[in-house]
Each structure stands twice: as structure tokens, then as C-alpha cells.
């Protein structure tokens, strides 16, 4: 029997405007793009999740609506709005299975913020739209295959093959970050212990700091016990020569080599992307660690040069890739 050849989709199939949103536990930020890519207008305003669903959802609307009219366009030029969830989601059904940072659990955020916008709405985990985003105009939009890592005040991983994000059968397909890894027994926010999340984040390096500080070696920034540390301040430090700094980022460096060689092994993509908060702040000093690292960890990586490349959309990413999915999912 024949097999039936796919129609390849071309530029003419892509809607002129599309609109994404990334949500987050504390702001959400809408970016509205044309059929290339080009961000023609933005909008953004904390997330205050303390209000409650509803009135976060009215919040989304309306930040939707301030991105549409920078760009000076209209919702009647939107065909379906791309939403990307600090969590795991049902995409099938519309609904955010958790999104700890915001208290949400089984919510029918499509279907309710449909009926806000009157336009069809696609979720998606954040991450994997950050992925999304640098795959189709991003860093890795020249290559067929790409798994991305984002390193924030946790760790995310998305899975890109042939322009499309692999979910998975639970929507689980990338997340590195909860991958129990060899380096520690730390606890994780997910309640288990010595997940890679525990070293290769931001989260991660804070906690390593204080216990080389508590071992001893000397540390030129201060961070007082469940403080919030910004990427800027790890920045500053490593540039200051800060030893308790430099070690910490090092070991979690390491980490994030050791989640893109089990990347590497199970599906070897063409390119690997390095994206999120750290990176933004760290990534000409975070990369060749990376890189470096990734030759121990990996046999085929060993005596070839690994093609690791810094996430290019910026804090634009999982908002661009939001929008790409609000259309390439639909019928």
C-alpha cells in the first residue's frame, strides 16, 4: 500500500499575525509576531497570582488586548492565541495540570480564557515554547533537530525534532531537570532528592554557595538563608574572583553537560540551545564550561565538537513560541 506524503507547510500557510503569551509565577509578557518571526508588538504586567484564577485570567486578556493594539492590530487578525504554562499541561484537553508558582491544579485555562478572547487557545509547558520559539526563529531555526536547556531558578528541557515539539504520552518528553543525576542528594522542590534541578540551576548554585561558604572558602557575595540571588549578583561575583561563586557554577555547569549528553545519547539532535535567566547574564562564561564538560560526559562528543549554542530570542522566547504553537496544533 502507498504511504501518503505529508503536505510540507509553507510560508503562505502561516497566519500574517500571530500572538503568544508567556505566563509565569510572577509576570506575564505577550508578544505578537508576524509570519516571519519579527515581534511587531509586546505587553507586559506582573502576574499577581495572589488575586486568584479568575482575575489572572482577566489579567492575560487584557495584556493580550495592550499587545495587540502596540502592534495595531486587531483581535479579528488573530486566529488562535499560544499560552505558555510554568508547568506540566494536558494539551489535548486544555488544562494546566500544576503550575505550583501560581496554585493552579486541573484548571480549564483554554476554554476559560477562550471565552475571554473569543479566540481558540492553545497551552503549552513554558519550556518547551522557549524551545519552540529558538527551533523555528531562533538559534536553532537553520537545524532539523534541537534539544534545548534552560537554566532559571530551575531547570527546563524541551525536545524539538523537524520543527515540532516531542511531548510525550504524559506531556513529561524533555524534563531534564527532575532526571535524578549523579552529583548530590540535595532536596528538590518537587519533593524528591538529587535531581539535576538541585545543581544545574540557579536554585542550585545558590545552595552550593552557601555550602562552600559553610566548608570554609572564602566568598565575596552575601546571601542570607532562603534570600532570592539574581544572575546579575552570580555575575558580579564571578567576576569578582568570588571561590565559592567560581566552584558553584562550575559544578553546575557540569550538570547542565551531563542532562545535554542524555540528551545526546537518546536522540543525538544537531544542535543543542542554552537558554534562561543564568544563561542571559553567564551565558559567554556558562558555555564553554558547558561545552567542555559535554566531551568527559559524552562518548560521541569525545573527539567531535559539540554544536552548543546560546538561546538568540531572549526573555522573547517562550512568548514567540507560544504563538508558534497557538497555530501549528490546531486542525
Not at 55 to 83: F, N, P
Not at 88 to 101: E, I, K, L, T
Not at 129 to 134: K, V, Y
Not at 177 to 192: E, I, K, N, T, Y
Amino acid at each position: 500500500m502507498a504511504m501518503t506524503r505529508s503536505r510540507r507547510t509553507t510560508l503562505s500557510d502561516i497566519p500574517k499575525y500571530r500572538i503568544g503569551i508567556d505566563l509565569g509565577g510572577t509576570k506575564m509578557h505577550a508578544v505578537v509576531v508576524n509570519r516571519h518571526g519579527k515581534p511587531l508588538g509586546s505587553a507586559r504586567r506582573p502576574t499577581k497570582s495572589e488575586v486568584g484564577y479568575r482575575d489572572v485570567l482577566k489579567r492575560l486578556r487584557d495584556t493580550a488586548l495592550e499587545a495587540l493594539a502596540d502592534a495595531g492590530i486587531g483581535l479579528r487578525d488573530i486566529r488562535s492565541i499560544g499560552l505558555g504554562m510554568p508547568g506540566p499541561v494536558d494539551q489535548a484537553r486544555g488544562r494546566v495540570v500544576v503550575a505550583p508558582n501560581l496554585g493552579w491544579s486541573d484548571k480549564p485555562v483554554a476554554e476559560d480564557l477562550r471565552m475571554l478572547l473569543r479566540r481558540p487557545v492553545v497551552l503549552a509547558n513554558d519550556v518547551n515554547c522557549g524551545g519552540l520559539g529558538e527551533a523555528t526563529y531562533g538559534a536553532a531555526k537553520d537545524a532539523t533537530s534541537a534539544a534545548a536547556a534552560f537554566v532559571g531558578t530551575g531547570l527546563g528541557g524541551a525536545i524539538i525534532l523537524a520543527g515540532k515539539v516531542i511531548n510525550g504520552a504524559h506531556g513529561f518528553a524533555g524534563e531534564i531537570g527532575h532526571v535524578p543525576a549523579p552529583f548530590d542528594d540535595a532536596p528538590c522542590s518537587c519533593g524528591r532528592r538529587g535531581c539535576l534541578e538541585t545543581v544545574a540551576s540557579k536554585t542550585g548554585i545558590t545552595r552550593m554557595i552557601l555550602a562552600n561558604q559553610a566548608s570554609g572558602l572564602r566568598c565575596r557575595i552575601k546571601i542570607a538563608k532562603d534570600a532570592k540571588v539574581r544572575s546579575s549578583d552570580l555575575l558580579r561575583a564571578w567576576q569578582a574572583g568570588c571561590p565559592s561563586t567560581r566552584r558553584a557554577i562550575k559544578a553546575s555547569a557540569r550538570g547542565v553537560a551531563w542532562g545535554l549528553a542524555a540528551f545526546g545519547g537518546i536522540f543525538d539532535p544537531e544542535v543543542f540551545v542554552l537558554g534562561g535567566g543564568v544563561i542571559e547574564a553567564m551565558g559567554s562564561i556558562f558555555l564553554p564550561l558547558v561545552r567542555d564538560q559535554l566531551r568527559i560526559y559524552s562518548l560521541l562528543y569525545s573527539n567531535r565538537r559539540p554544536d552548543v549554542r546560546l538561546a538568540a530570542l531572549g526573555d522573547d522566547a517562550v512568548a514567540i513560541g507560544a504563538a508558534v504553537a497557538s497555530v501549528e496544533v490546531l486542525p
